[in-house]
């Protein structure tokens, strides 16, 4: 199996996990009318429309505009160098609302 096959295989699977991520919100949200949409729901103040506006801005963000890798700059002898690692932070909140999404109790998450 060449490098090409390995990251044709892994896009394959992102892609599998994003269309499963993308039907657990639609599911959600099924069914609900306009008013329903677009009431606050969350401590935070968000409504299940925005929250949904903001998983798709952050899948453009990640999947389109950063790459997939973590970047830092810093000095060495004198000179900028950067810094890359084939991975990037995940906030806690980010993992604590997807498994909201997809219905995970408190004490699972």
């Known amino acids: 199996m060449t490098d090409g096959d ?3 295989i892994e896009m394959q699977v992102l892609a599998g ?4 991520q993308r039907a657990s919100v639609l599911a959600i949200v099924d069914g609900l009318d306009q008013e329903a949409l677009q009431a ?5 103040g968000w409504t299940p429309l925005g929250l949904i506006e903001h998983l798709g801005h952050a899948e453009r963000h990640w999947f389109q505009r950063a790459p997939l890798i973590s970047c830092s700059a810093g000095t060495a002898r004198g000179r900028l160098v950067r810094h890359s690692a084939p991975h990037r932070y995940v906030w806690p909140s980010e993992l604590d609302l ?3 999404l997809a219905g995970f109790p408190v004490r699972d998450r």
């Open 6 to 8: 390995v990251q044709h």
């Open 98 to 100: 997807m498994a909201k």
């Open 40 to 44: 606050v729901v969350f401590s935070s």
């Open 17 to 20: 996990f994003l269309d499963a």
